[in-house]
């Protein structure tokens, strides 16, 4: 029985999609159990109880359900601390808030990733509206190889001197590939090798979950991430986090409140729920959306198009890039991932000027929360390479469905 139509060529293509898929499934599975334990293991160590649910209001002094999440989180990621909280606005405001809480004036902030995701730029170097420039903080970057891989040798070369280290785990809008966590050992041992006592700070938004451990277990001081993304597991409705060492996030703390009141204070009104039950749920998550990603670049590879990463490649982040050759074949994919969404089906996404791009964007999204991307969502600059940046999907048979209908809806404009 079929619920939607698909042609016989792309039903043809799925199935041998899934014969690609099934090695890289069986490990996706296989990481998700771990994953599952690690989560619920936090959940037992820390006993929780449904009182930690409730939240506070006010200043949120003893805010016990906050204590314990920012715990459970820690454990899961193998941080001494953690601050998760639902007050931060978004990844950027997480990672500006770590960046503000670590650096001062006269202090070197040193991007060993090349240039980092576009939100950051401004944050780092904006004029007169209160940056790390603005209060005296210099900067300094390493660019990445041209074949997209950490420039070793600059980093040794650049790092002496520097207070932070700043990684980017995740591609973000470009080709480059995203950095495994054996990759980023590599980058901290260049660094500490000139520098021991310099603080690494990780962007790893897109990355929880992705591998065995987290930039925490290969030396990284810091990491930071967004919760409408994977730690948020699609159920969290806001919020951000910050892990690591506990006097390093103890100063983000002092940063996101008070110096000196940090952790101690911030209602949870009613997000605790959300958070935790979001957590647990997020190992499931991100299996889901990891499947989404690696049948999509599965069919498109048969389909004729080229994608990173390829479907069989190790994975540490949830993000694909299709290269579908041009614009109408972006605009037709995207309708087609917005048509097969479960909330705004019915929508029909335009290209459009955002503000900060030098051409059109076209971005899909029919999601329970607004702008989460660890449900399934599709973004495209039209301008060389022509390529959709793809993420998330909640459950793989409703992310493979969605992947199907934009296929679909590019043949049947003849356009695939
Ligand atoms: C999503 C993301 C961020 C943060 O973006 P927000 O939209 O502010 O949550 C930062 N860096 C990378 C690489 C990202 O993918």
């Not at 973000?172 to 260049?190: N, V, W």
């Not at 994608?307 to 614009?327: Q, S």
Request: overall charge negative.
């Amino acid at each position: 029985m079929a619920v939607f139509e698909f042609s016989p060529r792309l039903t043809e293509a799925a199935e041998k999609a899934m014969q690609l898929c099934r090695e890289p499934f069986a490990e996706l599975d296989r990481l998700a159990e771990l994953n599952g334990q690690k989560v619920l293991k936090a959940f037992i160590d820390n006993r929780i109880s449904d009182i930690h649910m409730k939240g506070t209001n006010g200043y949120g002094y003893g805010d016990d359900g906050r204590d314990k999440l920012d715990a459970v989180f820690a454990q899961i990621l193998g941080a001494e601390d953690a601050l998760v909280r639902h007050n931060f606005v978004n990844g950027t405001h997480a990672i500006t808030t770590a960046l503000f809480g670590i650096l001062r004036g006269g202090d070197t902030l040193l991007s060993i990733t090349g240039e980092p995701y576009d939100t950051i730029q401004g944050v780092i170097n904006g004029d007169d509206i209160g940056s790390l420039k603005d209060f005296g903080v210099k900067y300094a970057q390493v660019d990445l190889l041209p074949d997209g891989m950490p420039d070793l040798d600059g980093i040794r070369a650049k790092a002496a001197g520097c207070k932070v280290a700043y990684i980017q785990r995740s591609r973000g809008y470009s080709l480059r590939p995203s950095f495994t966590i054996d990759i980023i050992g590599e980058m901290i041992e260049a660094v500490r090798s000139v520098n021991k006592d310099c603080i690494v700070m990780v962007d790893n938004c897109y990355g929880e979950l992705v591998e065995e451990r987290e930039p925490l277990a290969v030396g990284a001081d810091l990491i930071i991430g967004s919760l409408i993304k994977n730690l948020g597991g699609g159920i969290a409705e806001t919020g951000g986090y910050i892990a690591g060492n506990a006097r390093a996030v103890e100063l983000c703390a002092y940063r996101l409140t008070t110096p000196g009141t940090g952790k101690e204070v911030g209602a949870s009104l009613d997000q605790l729920r959300g958070m935790y039950l979001g957590i647990f749920h997020a190992p499931e998550a991100v299996c889901a959306a990891l499947k989404t990603s690696v049948f999509a670049t599965a069919l498109f590879e048969i389909l004729g198009c080229e994608c990173f990463p390829k479907y069989n490649e190790k994975r540490t982040d949830i993000i694909a890039a299709l290269k579908l050759g041009g614009e109408q074949q972006l605009i037709a994919f995207c309708q087609g991932i917005q048509a097969g969404s479960p909330v705004d089906s019915f929508a029909a996404p335009e290209p459009w000027d955002m503000p900060g791009y030098d051409s059109k964007v076209i971005m899909a999204a029919g999601a329970f929360t607004m702008g989460s991307s660890v449900e399934l969502s599709a973004d495209a600059p039209l301008r060389e390479p022509y390529a959709v940046w793809l993420q998330g999907g909640l459950t793989f048979p409703t992310g493979k469905t969605g992947i199907m209908l934009a296929a679909q809806s590019m043949m049947d404009k003849g356009l695939i």
